[in-house]
């Protein structure tokens, strides 16, 4: 489940950042043309890529598609950079073909006003996967399990030098119980549900797997096919040293069982060395989670809808749960 905050307008005191509006596309044009030497900006619009950046598809004169990234305050300012390093190493990997597809390769940037710079790179090939066309065999739901084992695979210091998170096992279960008791707090979790993650969560054998490399943010947006094949990988803001089951979540969730199984199969045939049988059920319990941090989302940000849409969800879970 997407969490999406609404955007934030001010910052701390000599941070630089002040009240301030979401930039319009053509300011975002402007800062692509001065980021990327000989970028003829001829047409752009505004992207949703959430709320912490302003973004926009800028097109050039000679046909080439470009994105430009402005953090909107001094914390996502520094979360950009820090997503920056880390495609600098990505690039790397994909250049040695150890990662199958492509990840944004930043071409320049812009200082802006505030302070921080926005940051431009080429817009990647694909088109968003739609999960409803996934079929099992070995099409597009095979090349994503192996894309995403692949991502798993890397050592753990790409994430480390680009100062992004890294969690133990014991660190990492310790979160989701924080957050469970956060989201119980709130007093919208069915009681037998709330029973039910509290069991999951407290049996320590489910929990011991090895932390890689994750993007932490995997979604049908964030990942662009072509021709049958993962093209592409964006979004990788949210990357730590972590639970592989986080990138799995969405996937088990959404897609048909049977896909999902096929695309399970993939992956453990893509890593070298995986001893983790728990891994499936982490993915599904960490999916169902996503609706508790929904839940706190609304009522953090006192958005009624979001509160009526949790409660819903949560509701219609602990019904399906039941019956299972």
């Not at 001829?42 to 990234?69: F, K, M, N, Q």
């Not at 894309?147 to 014991?170: G, K, N, Q, R």
């Amino acid at each position: 489940m997407a969490n999406t905050p609404p955007r934030r307008s001010t910052a701390t005191s000599g941070s630089g950042y002040r009240e301030r509006v979401p930039r319009s596309a053509l300011t975002l044009a402007a800062l692509a043309t001065a980021a990327v030497p000989g970028l003829d900006a001829v047409s752009a619009r505004r992207l949703d890529t959430g709320p912490d950046v302003d973004a926009a598809e800028v097109r050039a004169a000679d046909g080439d598609a470009w994105v430009v990234r402005s953090p909107v305050d001094a914390a996502s300012g520094a979360a950009l950079e820090a997503e920056v390093a880390l495609l600098g190493s990505l690039a790397h990997y994909v250049t040695s073909g150890v990662l199958p597809f492509a990840v944004p390769r930043p071409a320049g940037s812009a200082p802006l006003p505030e302070g921080g710079r926005a940051v431009v790179h080429r817009a990647l090939r694909g088109t968003p996967l739609v999960v409803d066309e996934l079929a099992p065999g070995p099409g597009t739901a095979a090349d994503l399990g192996r894309s995403i084992a692949a991502v798993h695979e890397l050592p753990a210091s790409v994430v480390e030098d680009a100062t992004l998170p890294t969690y133990t096992s014991a660190e990492y279960r310790e979160r989701r119980l924080a957050e469970l008791d956060d989201a119980a707090s709130t007093g919208h979790v069915p009681p037998t549900l709330l029973r039910r993650w509290e069991r999951l969560l407290e049996d320590v054998s489910m929990w011991r797997f090895q932390p890689v490399v994750v993007h932490g943010d995997l979604s049908a947006e964030h990942v662009l096919v072509d021709a049958g094949r993962v093209a592409s990988v964006t979004g990788w803001a949210e990357a730590r040293v972590a639970d592989p089951a986080d990138d799995l979540a969405w996937i088990l969730v959404s897609a048909p069982e049977d896909t999902a199984d096929a695309i399970l199969e993939a992956y453990q045939l893509r890593r070298t060395e995986l001893t983790d049988p728990h891994l499936a059920d982490r993915a599904l319990l960490v999916g169902e989670l996503a609706l508790a941090r929904w839940l706190l989302h609304g009522v953090r940000h006192h958005l009624d809808d979001v509160v009526a849409d949790a409660i819903d969800m949560l509701a219609e879970l602990d019904e399906q749960t039941r019956e299972e």
